[in-house]
């Protein structure tokens, strides 16, 4: 390094902030790191060194780091990387983190930041840029000194955001890198994103009217925050006015957060959240604890819980997109795609291939991979079923929206809607509250109310399930299966596939958890009582080969 001072910084920044003692291996999985926060110090400013080098390996431009744990338990944190577009870190570079984390004592920590500077020919001269933020975790405090110390130690030049969105730190990091050319982002703050959420909603609603009120549980996280403030900037008079009630703001009991409440538990236990007070037919959605996913859902008279979850927001979004695409007169000149992973519910898929005639493509769950397929189209609409998702429109098709010629009224007005909807969904990643405003938009401009909404289509009744295992690495999937077989546990597979060609239209799928020390189980069938059945008989498997954890 210049004189050896980063590779001493480095050293230095280990001893303050030690590896714990531990003989597991630290793996930057589905969504970063993830673990218990106490755990997580000497990580987060190993994050930080390696967030430096990919800054200065990138021409200095920003890199992010954001520090949360998402839908986990209040005492979990987590880290990861965003690249310069918002994008998730190149999946190249996770072996890098992997390394750095599992370097030992500070002389190794040292020796590691200096051989992937030569590996990587990272010039330590040049100059490099980090911004950051955190959720609402008290053990986020700590980690924001342990990442700073990181990013110090290698001399890199670092902007700290405070406590924002998952999607928001995304949004200026995109902002950042792209302020200085002719396509900017946005302002490169967080009033920018409120500014630009908020003029392309006025404009998308031009022709509409809010459809009734809209309640959110924020899992007692930062979306309630960041919510409100997002509100302030929405017109609160007048036709457009809109009529949003936060529940679950509770961000000051730590431990609330994701209690009872929130998407994840919501979708995974197709349940009302503490505090639902919903009358049937109310419209009522949930955020995650870093507000980047969100699924809506309300009661029928009995009450029937109905949920509209990521497959239901992603079949909303393609058929109103390629509507305006159609009014607009521009359906020669791109295509829609969706792309799901293989927890998307059968109909869904069934719906977008046969009633909306789109491809579908079905990809391994997470975020990192349903982005990239999805770039590869000209609107690539991609959302997991848990609500984590958004739509990309290439910068082939932006340009070819912008420089179309309306040729009437009708053509004009679906132009400028298509318009606003390229500036009202966050391109870089999922976001909770981007999504609710084009889900909003949605409804409104269609006149929809959540009946019909879910009239479109009927789900496949599925369960969704968590079983505890002694090592989840032990459960590998089938290359190129998107995830939807597994290769170990030996014949395990096979026990799945004897259960599931039981039932009508049975469906079901093991998979290690990225993000907790589990393994999900998915299953779906025609009959509700089929997937309780298929569920226990799944669980015996798992009992058989004394797989499961008590
Ligand atoms: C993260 C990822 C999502 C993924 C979820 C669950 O979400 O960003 O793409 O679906 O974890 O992953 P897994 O089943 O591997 O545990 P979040 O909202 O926790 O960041």
Request: hydrophobic share 35%; proline share 4%.
């Amino acid at each position: 390094s210049p004189d050896g001072k980063y590779e001493k910084g480095v050293h230095n920044a280990a001893e303050q902030f030690p590896r714990p003692k531990t003989s597991k291996d630290y793996i930057y999985g589905t969504a970063g790191f993830r673990m218990k926060g106490e755990e997580l110090p000497y990580i987060t400013m190993q994050v930080g060194v390696l967030a430096g080098m990919r800054s200065r390996k990138c021409g200095g431009q920003v890199i992010g780091v954001m520090i949360t744990a998402s839908h986990n338990k209040a005492e979990d944190n987590g880290v990861k990387i965003v690249d310069p577009q918002g994008e998730m870190l190149e999946q190249e570079w996770e072996k890098h983190a992997t390394y750095l984390a599992n370097a030992v004592d500070p002389s190794e920590a040292a020796n590691a930041y200096m051989w992937l500077v030569k590996e990587l020919k990272v010039d330590q001269k040049k100059p490099g840029k980090v911004f950051f933020a955190r959720d609402t975790r008290p053990s986020g405090e700590t980690l924001v000194k342990a990442l700073k110390a990181g990013l110090s130690a290698t001399g890199i030049d670092a902007c700290d955001y405070g406590i924002l969105t998952t999607p928001q730190l995304h949004y200026l990091v995109k902002a950042a890198n792209t302020q200085d050319t002719s396509h900017p982002y946005g302002e490169v703050s967080e009033e920018g994103y409120y500014k630009k959420l908020a003029a392309a909603y006025k404009t998308a609603m031009d022709n509409a009217k809010p459809a009734g009120q809209l309640t959110v549980d924020c899992a007692n996280g930062v979306g309630a925050p960041k919510l409100k403030e997002m509100l302030k900037h929405l017109p609160s008079e007048g036709k457009r006015a809109v009529n949003i009630r936060i529940v679950n703001d509770k961000i000051d009991k730590p431990e609330a957060l994701n209690e009872k409440c929130g998407a994840d538990h919501v979708k995974s236990g197709q349940r009302v959240p503490d505090g639902f007070d919903g009358k049937p037919y109310e419209r009522w959605a949930s955020f995650d604890g870093d507000a980047d996913r969100i699924v809506y859902y309300f009661n029928e008279e009995g009450p029937v819980f109905r949920l509209l979850d990521g497959d239901r927001i992603a079949t909303l979004a393609a058929s109103f997109i390629g509507e305006l695409v159609h009014k607009a007169g521009l359906s020669d000149k791109m295509t829609i795609a969706v792309v799901q992973t293989a927890y998307a519910n059968g109909s869904s898929t069934k719906y977008i291939e046969q009633n909306l005639k789109l491809k579908v493509e079905c990809t391994a769950t997470g975020v990192k991979h349903l982005h990239h397929t999805a770039a590869r189209s000209d609107v690539g609409v991609y959302f997991e079923a848990n609500g984590h998702g958004t739509v990309l429109f290439s910068p082939q098709t932006l340009k070819r929206i912008h420089n179309h010629k309306p040729e009437s009224p009708a053509q004009l007005e679906a132009l400028d809607t298509l318009k606003a909807l390229t500036d009202l969904i966050n391109q870089t990643v999922g976001d909770a509250i981007s999504d609710m405003l084009l889900v909003e938009v949605i409804l409104a401009n269609k006149e929809y109310s959540v009946k019909e909404w879910l009239a479109t289509y009927t789900d496949m009744p599925n369960r969704l399930a968590k079983v505890r295992v002694a090592d989840r690495t032990m459960f590998v999937c089938r290359p190129g299966s998107a995830e939807r077989k597994l290769d170990e546990p030996k014949e395990f597979q096979d026990m799945i596939d004897a259960v599931v060609v039981k039932y009508k239209d049975g469906r079901a799928f093991v998979r290690p958890s990225g993000t907790e020390d589990v393994v999900r189980v998915y299953a779906e069938a025609a009959e509700s009582f089929d997937c309780d059945h298929m569920m226990l008989e799944l669980n015996q498997a798992f009992e058989a080969r004394k797989l499961a954890q008590a």
